[in-house]
């Protein structure tokens, strides 16, 4: 059995400055379905756009965000367990820094509570710990997060989920004539330069962090697959059916 990684972002799990729950239950039916046939850890990000329909601080200030994460973190876990219930599920959480990917017991002492979880039939839900990362929170990304989660722990493949839908060769925002690139080997130093571009609120990601996750897990010959998560048609096709209709996948050559 396969061992993946599903991220999922900030702007699909809100809107209107709260949790989308009818987002978030579709995406759980995705996981439910998915975990029948791998399986699959969850780093969901949402924490800080959940604490803010309760405390409505100035994000701007970092002791704010962290206060807002705080709230928020046990609301987000609270909606995932309620739509897991839902088909039998349960979901665990996992808080983690990038400290303890530098820590060789701290990593392996998580994975072993992540390999425990999955055995059991456990969804892992894994997200930065907001209310104690300073630097981490203000410039970090869970894109970068969920791509150590999948090297570390052991997955094949990491599946972001968010609202871009694939990797252009140029700007779909900008340019009609735009085109997907389907399947990517290599990424070009260049493109890893893109000014980040973030249009939401409570977003901290862009293409340019995503192709940057890309990069670390090519570098290690694993891959990843990138997919709306507003329309869950593409990865459901990919990952349920084997059809690559739509999102970009990277992967290596070898």
Do not use: W
């Not at 994000?59 to 807002?68: D, M």
Request: hydrophobic share 40%; charged share 25%.
């Amino acid at each position: 059995m396969k061992r993946v990684v599903v991220k999922v972002g900030t702007h699909v799990l809100s809107e209107q400055n709260r949790l989308c729950k009818e987002r978030i239950l579709n995406l759980v039916e995705f996981l439910v379905a998915l975990m029948e046939k791998h399986e699959v850890i969850l780093v969901s990000s949402g924490a800080v756009a959940a604490g803010y329909s309760i405390l409505k601080l100035d994000k701007k200030l970092l002791h704010n965000r962290q206060a807002i994460a705080a709230v928020g973190q046990p609301q987000l876990m609270a909606t995932y367990n309620k739509k897991l219930e839902k088909f039998g599920k349960s979901g665990a959480q996992l808080l983690l820094t990038a400290d303890d990917f530098d820590s060789r017991k701290r990593c392996y002492h998580a994975k072993c509570t992540i390999d425990t979880l999955l055995e059991n039939g456990i969804l892992p839900i894994i997200n930065e710990n907001d209310a104690t990362a300073t630097e981490e929170l203000v410039f970090g990304d869970n894109d970068q997060l969920s791509s150590r989660v999948a090297y570390y722990f052991g997955a094949d493949l990491l599946i972001l989920l968010s609202d871009i839908d694939g990797y252009y060769d140029k700007d779909p925002h900008k340019h009609d004539d735009a085109k997907m690139r389907k399947i990517v080997h290599e990424i070009e130093p260049s493109e890893l330069e893109v000014e980040k571009s973030a249009n939401f609120a409570f977003a901290t990601g862009g293409i340019v962090t995503k192709l940057k996750a890309a990069d670390f897990l090519l570098e290690r010959k694993k891959s990843m697959f990138i997919a709306s998560g507003f329309d869950l048609s593409d990865v459901k096709s990919f990952m349920l059916e084997g059809v690559h209709q739509g999102g970009t996948l990277f992967t290596s050559k070898d």
